[in-house]
């Protein structure tokens, strides 16, 4: 049984390019969540979608980043611009209900984002 | 203040000791509390979850909650090198699905 998915697991890119990062959530699991974590601190949340629908993004930047989770295929997390402190990792979570309560969130490997 | 509080360490232990990492945390109206381990480079493992107050216990782990003084903590027994990672403790309210997470503590297990 597979876990959560993401890919790519480093990516590198210059300032002002886009970076795209993909989840897949475990088998079963509709409800995805977005976290980054800066260097020597805790994942900070960033969205929680459903299918088709974006249920919080309280803790999205305004600009430059957006996500989805379409009907088919991964969530995406898009970053527009890069810049330097857009370097983190960027953690994908993933549960079978909503997430609250006892709820349990699994979490992806992560995708490490470098600005050069 | 921040929301969760975690002394960022390292704790230090040797092997076989009982390593005792604490959180603390600001909302009354938490109710689910999570400790994750996480190794360097990787990505957030679940070692325990507590919802009720007094202890859990799951193998050499205890957590341990009390909502009166708003603290949570983790026992780890007989220590390993292998437990040696960054300990991260994590809440959610009780109608809220986001996870909030402490900076984490380092724990070093001396062989």
């Known amino acids: 049984n597979a876990g959560v998915m993401q890919n790519p697991r480093h990516l590198v890119r210059r300032r002002g390019q886009e970076a795209r990062l993909r989840c897949s959530p475990m088998?079963?699991?509709?409800?995805v969540y977005w976290y980054r974590q800066l260097p020597e601190e805790g994942l900070k949340f960033m969205v929680y979608?459903?299918?088709?629908?974006?249920?919080?993004e309280s803790g999205m930047p305004k600009e430059r980043f957006s996500a989805e989770f379409p009907k088919e295929g991964p969530s995406i997390l898009r970053i527009q611009q890069v810049v330097r402190g857009d370097s983190a990792a960027y953690f994908c979570?993933?549960?079978?209900?909503?997430?609250?309560?006892?709820?349990?969130?699994?979490f992806g490997p992560g995708t490490r984002l470098l600005v050069l | 203040q921040k929301e969760v509080e975690q002394n960022s360490g390292p704790l230090s232990v040797p092997e076989g000791a009982i390593a005792s990492l604490n959180c603390t945390y600001s909302?009354?109206?938490?109710?689910?509390f999570f400790w994750y381990r996480q190794y360097s480079g990787k990505s957030p493992e679940l070692i325990m979850f507590?919802?009720?107050?007094g202890d859990k216990e799951d193998g050499r782990f205890t957590a341990q909650l009390n909502k009166a003084s708003q603290y949570v903590s983790l026992l780890i027994r007989d220590s390993q090198p292998s437990d040696s990672a960054t300990y991260l403790c994590?809440?959610?309210?009780?109608?809220?699905?986001?996870?909030?997470f402490g900076s984490g503590t380092r724990l070093l297990v001396r062989p």
């Open positions: 979570a993933s549960s079978v209900l909503s997430g609250v309560g006892q709820e349990t969130q699994y």
């Open positions: 088998k079963g699991h509709s409800h």
């Open positions: 979608l459903q299918k088709e629908n974006i249920i919080d």
């Open positions: 909302d009354r109206g938490s109710q689910s």
């Open positions: 507590i919802y009720s107050n």
């Open positions: 994590a809440l959610r309210g009780d109608s809220s699905y986001k996870l909030i």
